[in-house]
C-alpha cells in the first residue's frame, strides 16, 4: 500500500469525519502531509477523503477498541512513510446534568473517549512518532481541561484526566524526538458537538451559540492544529488556549440580543 510520493510525512487525525476533525485534516493535507483520516463513519470518512484527494488515507477506526486502533497502526506501517504527527482529535460530551445527577452511563462514554481513547492511540503510535526523529503529538483539549462549570461535571472531569495524560506523557518522553502539544478551544461551534451532547436537540444546542456574534469554528482550530505542528520541531507549545473574542470566561459570554 505504500505511498508514491515518497516520504511524504504521515499525519493521523482521529475524529476525522466531521467538526474539528475534518477541517484539520483538509488544512494538514493542504500544508503537505499524507493525512490518514481515522473515525468510526466510514461513509463520512470516504466523502472527506475524496475531497481531499491523493493525499489522505481513511482509517474506519473506533478508538475505544484496542484492535480497531491497532488496525490504524498497521495502516499507517503500511504507508511505508514516516509519521511524523498524530492529532488527538476524537472526544465529546454527553449531557449537562449536575453531579448529583450524572449519568454513568455518559461519564463513562466521555472517560472512554476523551481519555482512554487517546491513551490507546497515543500509545499505539508513539513508537511510530519516535522512530520518524521529528514526532509531534497534538491533543485536543477543551477549556473544560481547567475551568469546571456546572453541569459540565462528566466532560469537565474527562478534559482534566485528559490534560493530566498530556502532561505527564511531556514529562516522561523528554529528551526522545516527539513534542507533545495541548490545544484547548472554548466556543467552537460545529455541526455536531453540542447536538451530541444534547442527544440530538437541536433547540438546546443551537442555544449554546444564540446571540454569540462569532463563535470559533472547526478551521480555526484546524488552523491553530497547523501553526503548532509546523513551527521549527525544537518548538514545543506545550498549552494554547483558545476562545472566540466573545468568550472572555467560561462563563463570561456576550451574547448579543
Ligand atoms: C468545549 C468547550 O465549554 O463546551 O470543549 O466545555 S465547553
Known amino acids: ?10 499525519a493521523v487525525v482521529t475524529g476525522a469525519s466531521s467538526g474539528i476533525g475534518a477541517a484539520t485534516a483538509r488544512r494538514l493535507a493542504g500544508e503537505g502531509f499524507h493525512v490518514v483520516a481515522a473515525a468510526r463513519r466510514a461513509d463520512r470518512l470516504a466523502t472527506l477523503v475524496k475531497e481531499i484527494g491523493p493525499h489522505a488515507t481513511a482509517v474506519t477506526c473506533d478508538i475505544t477498541s484496542d484492535d480497531s486502533v491497532a488496525a490504524l497502526a498497521g495502516t499507517v506501517a503500511e504507508l511505508g512513510a514516516p509519521l511524523t504527527l498524530l492529532v488527538n482529535n476524537a472526544g465529546g460530551a ?7 445527577a450524572g449519568s454513568i452511563e455518559d ?36 477549556t473544560a481541561a481547567f475551568t469546571p462549570y456546572e453541569g459540565g461535571g462528566g466532560y469537565v472531569a474527562a478534559k482534566h484526566a485528559q490534560t493530566a495524560l498530556v502532561g505527564t506523557l511531556r514529562l516522561e518522553i523528554v529528551g526522545k524526538p516527539v513534542r507533545v502539544v495541548e490545544i484547548d478551544p472554548g466556543m467552537v461551534q460545529t455541526d455536531e458537538f453540542s447536538l451530541n451532547r444534547f442527544a440530538g436537540d437541536r433547540e438546546r444546542a443551537d442555544a449554546v451559540y444564540a446571540g454569540v456574534k462569532e463563535p470559533l469554528v472547526a478551521d480555526d482550530i484546524a488552523d491553530i492544529v497547523a501553526f503548532a505542528a509546523t513551527r521549527p520541531h525544537h ?5 494554547l488556549v483558545v476562545r472566540p473574542i466573545a468568550q472572555a470566561a467560561q462563563h463570561k459570554v456576550h451574547r448579543e440580543r
Open 1 to 10: 500500500m505504500g505511498l508514491d510520493r515518497s516520504m511524504q510525512n504521515i
Open 94 to 100: 454527553r449531557g449537562l446534568d449536575p453531579v448529583a
Open 107 to 142: 461519564w463513562q462514554w466521555m472517560y472512554d473517549v476523551n481519555v482512554l481513547g487517546t491513551l490507546r492511540v497515543t500509545k499505539a503510535l508513539l513508537p511510530a512518532l519516535e522512530a520518524s526523529g521529528a514526532g509531534t503529538i497534538v491533543t485536543i483539549g477543551s
Open 235 to 239: 518548538v514545543n507549545i506545550d498549552r
